[in-house]
């Protein structure tokens, strides 16, 4: 299957969702939910398939129509998705764990797919309402963690609207707990860069446009029922990777934190220029999620899938290059 993106929307301002198309409905027994409240809610009204598989493009279409996701920023995450944890032959990437549409490619060069619940590729530790895959499935929605995210609604927050103290407090309170309960923790700059983006992520695209505000009630309905609260309007611009850049050195500027890993005998090893070239730049986000991290058996493969390969890798690069990053090539293990 060759790989093809939408084109990017026309109509970027403020939306109602979901409109009429896209009701809520429960998944069902087989259908695939995982460790992103985002995708899980796009699936459970429709905007992807119910099944919870879906293309890169699928990806693409339904986060910009539905939260406004900035174009550049959704079509290199949902490269990063199926070249990570998908089948780059067909296109498909499951938004939860393994699924009999998503098989392994031929020969199993990458091993099995996995999809998004992988642990380690996308999924990766000290999440926000998720364990660390040591202590169990990093993709179920943990109420006790949510329950704690809460506390720090009602200590930071300003009255019942989450503000961005909530998640600058709750995010470092959360690193010190996995540095002393989790002996395999993995915080690569990507990784850590990805995990202040996902609280920028629920300040600016759960928020109601229409109001300003993300409210304790509407933040619950997004992550316990994964269904779009009523009267609730998509972001009124695009949500780009500057804003998200923006929205994670503010969240992260009060209690600085330095993205690492345990070694052998649990001490945690902060990344140096040695371990993380183009460390502390765009470019070593890009870096950790590529060069490390994807499969460099890859770039050995011929024909479509090949072909599909590159598309993604020019998805990725895409974002980068304004920023004078270099091209640059998976070399992880399979
Ligand atoms: C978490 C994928 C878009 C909000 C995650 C995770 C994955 C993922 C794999 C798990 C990371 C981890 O915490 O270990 C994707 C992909 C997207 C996408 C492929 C493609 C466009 C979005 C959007 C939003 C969002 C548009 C918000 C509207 C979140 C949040 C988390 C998360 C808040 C963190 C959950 C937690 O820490 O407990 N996403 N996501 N994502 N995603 Fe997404
Ligand atoms: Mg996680």
């Not at 990437?93 to 009999?100: A, K």
């Not at 490390?292 to 895409?318: C, H, R, S």
């Amino acid at each position: 299957v060759k790989v093809k993106f939408p084109e990017p929307q026309q109509y970027t301002g403020p939306m109602k969702i979901p409109d009429r198309h896209h009701p809520y409905k429960a998944p069902g027994p087989n259908d695939k939910r995982g460790p992103c409240p985002a995708l899980n809610t796009l699936a459970n009204h429709g905007y992807l398939p119910r099944n919870g598989i879906a293309s890169a493009g699928e990806i693409v279409q339904a986060s910009g129509e539905a939260f406004n996701l900035g174009y550049n920023f959704s079509v290199a995450v949902s490269s990063l998705a199926v070249l990570s944890c998908g089948n780059i032959l067909l296109d498909k990437v499951s938004i939860g764990g393994e699924h009999r549409l998503v098989p392994a490619l031929p020969g199993k060069i990458d091993g099995t797919p996995g999809g998004l619940s992988k642990h380690g590729r996308f999924e990766g530790d000290v999440s926000m309402t998720r364990l660390d895959a040591v202590h169990g499935d990093p993709a179920v929605f943990q109420p006790e963690m949510y329950k704690d995210l809460l506390k720090f609604v009602d200590q930071y927050g300003d009255g019942d609207i989450v503000t961005p103290e909530v998640f600058a407090e709750y995010r470092f309170k959360i690193y010190n707990d996995r540095l002393n309960d989790n002996p395999v923790l993995t915080w690569h700059q990507g990784r850590l860069g990805f995990s202040y983006g996902e609280a920028g992520f629920i300040l600016n695209l759960f928020r109601n446009s229409e109001t300003g505000n993300l409210t304790r009630q509407d933040m619950t309905q997004f992550f316990v029922e994964e269904r779009f609260p009523e009267n609730w309007y998509r972001k009124e611009t695009p949500f780009e990777f500057d804003d998200i850049r923006m929205a994670v050195d503010a969240l992260e500027e009060s209690h600085p934190v330095r993205p690492g890993k345990k070694d052998v005998n649990g001490m945690y090893v902060v990344d140096t220029p040695e371990t993380s070239p183009f460390l502390g730049t765009v470019c070593g986000t890009y870096y950790d999620l590529l060069v490390p991290n994807i499969a460099g058996v890859l770039l050995e493969t011929k024909g479509q899938l090949k072909k599909n390969v590159d598309t993604y890798l020019d998805g990725m690069f895409q974002l980068f290059e304004p920023y004078g990053c270099p091209r640059l090539y998976p070399e992880g293990p399979a």
